[in-house]
């Protein structure tokens, strides 16, 4: 596949036009970026390409060819293989068999050549830097990251002529990343064409030879490798600049309102700290640092060992989630799908979680009274679709997110919130309603500690940053003093003693 076009692609359903109009050319050997916030059309876009929708107008051409793309199968044989950010693995079934399904290899008598498969899948998996995975053990016996992995494998296993990845990396770390990323360097190399869509931007930035920027359905924006910074992509995506993405800071109260006092738990080795009333409280760190493992023993989601947590001067108790609920502790987890969500049912349902208390009268239930709220959150946080009925999983992930808050929100006597990578996986303009959201809630009074992998939310939103090393706090930083390098000097260095007391 030495040129792939897209010319004028249209997609509609029923009365929405999903896809206006999508104009997209591709080289062998190119990386394109698909850009563009929520409902801009990427995914819709992308399963044209992958055979699952067919478009209601326009054309696609390989190589000055019309092609009708009609079936997933069509595109297979086309060389299209398309990595999901949902999971399609059978998690019930070995690793080896995920990585062949298919195309497993066969003896001469017509039945699975076992010992083959496992080698072949080994081997595989091990070219890819993907050492220490056992090919005959289940799949959904593995964490996430390590499926999303193996998924990729899948995909480029067989040489594709166009690959298209979306979200690879939400859930991997950055060793795991940098795996991915070496690999689409050799596919790059060997011609391949690679669609990527990400939001993150830094990541996109530094694979793409080419980015697109769709917008309501259309194509808006082309830009090329080394004429397009972060600043001028975010502006063309939602016209206004990086710099303006971040709410003004108010002053915090003085009432100290969340109190931590040597809290013990697995990965939390002797944190202490304090929230003021109106405080956006941070805590930075790299990737196993125990930053999340603080706010899940906070919860009580994960188990307190040893240390007190106080709210507005009142020890929590118990060390259940109930107990940080009735105290006025939220918590909106980094796994949101796993931990936060019920998928498979609506809005609705999922909204009202936490405040069931607000809505029943006696043993029973106060239907009217519970949509009436949770309209007002759909009102409020701009949900969409904005439907009562609609299922989760049928969302996007930025509009499954401002359930999640949604749900806390309704929460009676919410006074602390408890938020890990609030905006991971989701667009960047969702991501400046999130960010409105919390200096809002902050202005109120709210007390709220936020983790963030990403420096510039970190340091954008917060009035305080702690910083995590080894279960740990190394240091504390004033918000409109930090720095991306100070920040990661403390997530990298050990703690000198006035560190440590300043922590304290």
Request: with cysteine.
């Given at each position: 596949?030495?040129k792939?076009?897209?010319i004028?692609?249209?997609?509609?359903?029923?009365?929405?036009?999903?896809?206006?109009?999508?104009?997209?050319?591709?080289?062998a050997?190119?990386?394109?970026?698909?850009?563009?916030?929520?409902?801009?059309?990427?995914?819709?876009?992308?399963?044209?390409?992958?055979?699952?929708?067919?478009?209601?107008?326009?054309?696609?051409?390989?190589?000055g060819?019309?092609?009708a793309?009609?079936?997933?199968?069509t595109?297979?044989?086309?060389?299209?293989?398309?990595?999901?950010?949902e999971l399609?693995?059978?998690?019930d079934?070995?690793?080896?068999?995920?990585l062949?399904?298919?195309?497993?290899?066969?003896?001469?008598?017509?039945?699975?050549d076992?010992?083959?498969?496992?080698?072949?899948?080994?081997e595989h998996?091990?070219?890819?830097?993907?050492?220490?995975?056992?090919?005959?053990k289940?799949?959904?016996?593995?964490?996430?990251?390590?499926?999303?992995?193996?998924?990729?494998?899948?995909?480029?296993?067989?040489e594709?002529?166009?690959?298209?990845?979306?979200?690879?990396t939400?859930?991997?770390?950055?060793t795991?990343?940098?795996l991915?990323?070496k690999?689409?360097?050799r596919?790059r190399?060997?011609g391949?064409?690679?669609?990527?869509?990400?939001?993150?931007?830094?990541?996109?930035?530094?694979l793409?030879?080419?980015?697109?920027?769709?917008?309501?359905?259309?194509?808006?924006?082309?830009f090329?490798?080394?004429?397009c910074?972060?600043?001028?992509?975010?502006?063309?995506?939602v016209?206004?600049?990086?710099?303006a993405?971040?709410p003004q800071?108010?002053a915090?109260?003085?009432?100290e309102?969340?109190?931590v006092?040597d809290?013990?738990a697995p990965?939390?080795?002797?944190?202490?700290?304090?929230?003021?009333?109106?405080?956006?409280?941070g805590?930075?760190?790299?990737?196993?640092?125990?930053?999340?493992?603080?706010l899940?023993?906070i919860?009580?989601?994960?188990?307190r060992?040893?240390?007190?947590?106080?709210?507005?001067?009142?020890v929590?108790?118990?060390k259940?989630?109930?107990?940080?609920m009735?105290?006025?502790?939220?918590?909106?987890?980094?796994?949101?799908?796993?931990?936060?969500?019920?998928?498979?049912?609506?809005?609705l349902?999922?909204t009202g979680?936490?405040?069931?208390?607000?809505?029943?009268?006696?043993?029973?239930?106060?239907?009217?009274?519970?949509?009436?709220?949770?309209?007002?959150?759909?009102?409020?946080?701009?949900?969409?679709?904005?439907?009562?009925?609609?299922?989760l999983r049928?969302?996007?992930?930025?509009?499954?997110?401002?359930?999640?808050?949604?749900?806390?929100?309704?929460?009676?006597g919410l006074?602390?919130?408890?938020?890990?990578?609030?905006?991971r996986?989701?667009?960047?303009?969702?991501?400046?309603?999130?960010?409105r959201?919390?200096?809002?809630?902050?202005?109120?009074?709210?007390?709220?500690?936020?983790v963030?992998?990403e420096?510039p939310?970190?340091?954008?939103?917060?009035?305080?940053i702690?910083?995590?090393?080894?279960g740990?706090?190394?240091?504390?930083?004033?918000?409109?003093?930090?720095?991306?390098?100070?920040?990661?000097?403390?997530?990298t260095?050990?703690?000198?003693?006035?560190?440590?007391e300043?922590?304290?």
């Amino acid at each position: 596949m030495q040129k792939l076009e897209l010319i004028s692609l249209q997609k509609r359903y029923g009365d929405t036009l999903a896809l206006k109009r999508a104009d997209v050319t591709a080289k062998a050997g190119e990386v394109v970026a698909i850009c563009g916030e929520n409902g801009a059309g990427k995914s819709t876009l992308m399963s044209l390409l992958a055979g699952s929708r067919q478009p209601t107008a326009g054309e696609i051409k390989i190589d000055g060819k019309p092609v009708a793309i009609d079936s997933p199968h069509t595109a297979f044989d086309l060389g299209i293989r398309t990595v999901y950010q949902e999971l399609s693995l059978l998690p019930d079934v070995s690793v080896a068999e995920n990585l062949y399904l298919g195309e497993l290899p066969t003896t001469r008598f017509g039945t699975i050549d076992w010992v083959r498969l496992h080698r072949e899948a080994s081997e595989h998996l091990e070219d890819l830097g993907l050492t220490g995975i056992d090919v005959r053990k289940m799949t959904g016996s593995y964490p996430v990251a390590i499926q999303q992995m193996i998924e990729i494998a899948r995909a480029i296993q067989f040489e594709p002529k166009l690959l298209i990845l979306d979200e690879p990396t939400g859930v991997l770390t950055q060793t795991e990343s940098d795996l991915l990323f070496k690999q689409i360097d050799r596919l790059r190399d060997q011609g391949t064409i690679i669609f990527y869509i990400s939001h993150r931007l830094e990541e996109v930035l530094e694979l793409a030879d080419r980015l697109i920027v769709l917008k309501d359905g259309e194509t808006v924006d082309q830009f090329f490798r080394g004429d397009c910074s972060k600043d001028r992509l975010i502006h063309s995506m939602v016209g206004r600049s990086f710099e303006a993405i971040f709410p003004q800071r108010g002053a915090s109260e003085d009432q100290e309102m969340l109190a931590v006092r040597d809290l013990h738990a697995p990965g939390v080795d002797g944190v202490s700290f304090s929230a003021n009333r109106g405080e956006i409280l941070g805590i930075g760190g790299l990737v196993g640092a125990g930053r999340s493992e603080v706010l899940r023993a906070i919860f009580g989601a994960a188990p307190r060992l040893a240390g007190e947590v106080l709210v507005n001067g009142h020890v929590i108790s118990g060390k259940t989630p109930a107990a940080a609920m009735d105290a006025g502790v939220g918590f909106v987890t980094e796994e949101r799908k796993r931990d936060g969500l019920a998928l498979d049912t609506d809005v609705l349902e999922n909204t009202g979680l936490a405040s069931m208390s607000r809505v029943m009268t006696g043993p029973f239930l106060n239907g009217p009274k519970q949509k009436q709220l949770v309209r007002e959150q759909i009102r409020d946080l701009d949900i969409r679709p904005p439907k009562l009925g609609q299922v989760l999983r049928r969302m996007s992930g930025g509009n499954q997110q401002k359930v999640i808050l949604g749900k806390w929100l309704l929460m009676d006597g919410l006074q602390v919130l408890l938020l890990d990578e609030p905006t991971r996986g989701v667009d960047i303009a969702t991501k400046i309603q999130i960010y409105r959201l919390i200096a809002e809630l902050a202005a109120d009074g709210m007390t709220v500690v936020l983790v963030s992998s990403e420096m510039p939310e970190l340091i954008g939103l917060s009035h305080r940053i702690l910083v995590m090393k080894d279960g740990k706090i190394t240091g504390e930083i004033a918000g409109d003093e930090a720095t991306e390098k100070e920040i990661f000097r403390l997530a990298t260095e050990d703690a000198n003693e006035d560190d440590k007391e300043q922590a304290a």
